[in-house]
């Protein structure tokens, strides 16, 4: 069994980070299906020069736009030279909430405290962890296991999550499988195409 928890989403705490200021980054243009389909750690993204930025601690929530909506809350980890780093503390990229009438100005757009903490309370806590099982398969000729693994990997790296269907289920439960596509879930059946 992989397990993830310490790479899981952390405690969702609401309050200021060491300057006590809190921050909306926005993801830019192509990231939201990125950081959706593969479990990332951080968020690396670039501060244009002279705009006001964070500092180490801030907690920062992640929205994406169009429209507007909250994907993630996080912490400042660093801001090295206009390179701002954020660890995720609490994910929701499969299921957003809207913003409301939070506005922001660039990439990074300072929030009040209350705002922040209202943008958390709309998430909530995260939902209980449990365990599923997936799995790829794929028919693949070779001369020999080790060259049909490595097949297997190349595929993967190449075709990826757009065009291999992973499958899922929860443990104990393999009946209920679900195909999933681009992180969705997605029809595997020809016959019910028609």
Do not use: K
């Amino acid at each position: 069994m992989t397990v993830t928890d310490h790479r899981s989403t952390g405690p969702t705490d609401v309050d200021g980070g060491s300057g006590g200021d809190a921050w909306a980054v926005l993801l830019p243009a192509g990231r939201y299906d990125a950081e959706r389909l593969v479990h990332h750690d951080t968020l690396e993204l670039t501060v244009p020069p002279g705009v006001p930025a964070p500092r180490p601690g801030d907690p920062v929530a992640v929205l994406a736009d169009e429209p507007s909506r909250l994907v993630a809350l996080g912490r400042v980890a660093r801001l090295d030279g206009g390179t701002l780093l954020v660890t995720y503390t609490r994910r929701s990229f499969d299921a957003p909430v809207p913003t409301g009438q939070v506005s922001v100005a660039g990439p990074v757009t300072p929030l009040a405290p209350g705002t922040y903490r209202e943008l958390a309370d709309r998430l909530g806590p995260p939902p209980p962890r449990r365990t599923w099982l997936v799995s790829l398969d794929l028919p693949i000729e070779a001369e020999s296991p080790a060259e049909a693994v490595r097949l297997f990997w190349s595929y993967v790296r190449e075709l990826g999550p757009a065009e291999l269907p992973a499958f899922v289920s929860p443990s104990g439960d393999e009946l209920a499988m679900q195909a999933f596509v681009l992180g969705v879930e997605a029809n595997q059946d020809p016959e019910e195409d028609d």
